[in-house]
């Protein structure tokens, strides 16, 4: 017993070394596993509120660019709202709930990485606005990420610049479907693989996201095709895809409330339990 | 004593603060941004409480992954760094060091040079590790290991001689 105390008491810093090491590298292991929320994240009391203040500064840098955003978003609306063609036929899959699919919770960003392989974004919205995991994240440009974590007045988003982040994509005018990954390297583009060799794909075509996944709406624009490339030994395509989006600057962001999420998802659970 | 603590805890503070609201948004070329915070366990007193610096650079690299969102890569990399700190000091200052009193905050001699070189290396080298996580980034580790450390070293001195404290 004594030598035991000794032991620990002559080695304490060894051990306090082990255990705190410990602690760091099951986080570190934890955060790079996918499936699961990272414990340790910016959606906080104490970062977030820190983050809001350094934007508010930043803000005013970024007046111009973000009301020339504004301004061009503007011009696209109003072209919309001019060139309406038939306004006595309502949209009919919107018309017979009566309700749209998705609502849409205005956000800022006010914490925005980009120079590491997982790179995570801080928004100043959180748990008391709605916002809840899986959340898909856009702008006026094109897609942004998905929510992760939240807290009641802030919440983290996979930006697309993380390599963990998948994301169900299609080429626009075909609809062949594949999925958006990042491989680390460039900021402006972002890779689109599994894309059947069957599908037509030139330079300068128009990637959007898919009808398949239950987090972004169908047809939100994300980048245009700059090089194709043939994956050895099988029958798919990678593709690269330029951004639409300036990944290192964001300003305000839209967080997407997909309404029929919960039935969608209910009903896919269900449809495998038969399987079972 | 108690006024080392309070000059301990104030750098604790205020280098995660310049870390945080500065030195984290410099982003040269796309990915190298410096970090000076580490200073902190480079600077913290030769013969203190050495396990007060382990808690204490544990605490430091936590707060740092909360801001970065990056799990705990800081936490590992400065428990890492102030649990090898008198081995550096070690191959630094020769095996004498704890019978003299270094101040790494005065005139820069080869011998702290090399510390702090030493140690900013060590420290860089496990946070990228950590942060990509997968051999074939291999090349893409060692590049930005290499060039935040230079960023490092270089803020790091320029804060010693901006700061210079205990130094009345």
């Known amino acids: ?276 | 004593m108690s006024s080392a603590l309070l000059v301990n805890i104030f750098r604790f503070i205020m280098l995660l603060a310049i870390q945080v609201v500065i030195f984290n948004n410099m982003n040269f070329l796309g990915y190298i941004s410096p970090f000076p915070y580490i200073l902190y366990i480079i600077l913290y007193p030769v013969n203190s409480n050495r396990s007060g610096l382990i808690i204490s650079s544990f605490l430091l690299g936590i707060v740092m992954d909360m801001f970065c969102n990056s799990g705990g890569i800081h936490a590992t990399a400065c428990v890492i760094l102030a649990y090898y700190r008198p081995y550096i000091f070690k191959f630094s200052f020769g095996l004498s060091y704890e019978y003299q009193t270094i101040k790494l905050n005065e005139s820069l001699t080869p011998e702290r040079f090399s510390f702090i070189l030493v140690s900013v290396l060590l420290h860089h080298i496990v946070l990228f590790t950590l942060e990509a996580f997968q051999f074939k980034f291999i090349f893409d580790i060692l590049l930005r290991t290499l060039f935040s450390s230079i960023f490092t070293i270089i803020t790091s001195i320029i804060i010693i001689y901006i700061i210079k404290p205990n130094k009345r």
Not at chain 1, 104 to 125: A, D, G
């Open chain 1, 1 to 276: 017993m004594q030598q035991i105390f000794n032991f620990i008491i002559r080695n304490s810093n060894r051990l306090l070394f082990l255990l705190l090491l410990g602690i760091s590298l099951t986080l570190t292991i934890q955060s790079h596993s996918y499936h699961r929320s990272r414990v340790i994240s910016s959606a906080n009391f104490l970062s977030g509120g820190v983050y809001e203040r350094i934007n508010r500064v930043n803000e005013y840098m970024n007046l111009r660019t973000e009301n020339d955003e504004l301004v061009l978003e503007n011009a696209r609306l109003k072209s919309l709202l001019f060139n309406k063609k038939d306004t006595t036929k309502a949209p009919i899959a919107d018309s017979i709930k009566g309700v749209k699919p998705a609502d849409i919770i205005v956000s800022k960003v006010i914490h925005n990485s980009y120079n590491t392989h997982e790179n995570y974004i801080t928004l100043n919205s959180g748990r008391n606005a709605g916002v809840k995991q899986d959340m898909g994240v856009i702008n006026s440009l094109g897609i942004i990420g998905v929510i992760d974590n939240t807290s009641p007045n802030y919440s983290t988003v996979v930006s697309i610049l993380n390599m963990k982040s998948q994301i169900n994509a299609k080429l626009k005018k075909t609809n062949h479907f594949g999925s958006l990954t990042w491989d680390g390297k460039s900021t402006g583009f972002v890779q689109l693989e599994d894309v059947p060799r069957l599908a037509s794909v030139r330079k300068g075509d128009t990637i959007v996201t898919g009808g398949q996944s239950v987090i972004f709406p169908e047809g939100i624009n994300i980048g245009t095709v700059e090089n194709i490339y043939k994956k050895e030994n099988s029958s798919f395509y990678v593709i690269r895809v330029k951004l639409f989006n300036d990944m290192t600057n964001l300003g305000h962001v839209y967080i997407i409330k997909s309404k029929d999420r919960e039935e969608l998802i209910n009903l896919e659970n269900k449809s495998k339990e038969k399987d079972e």
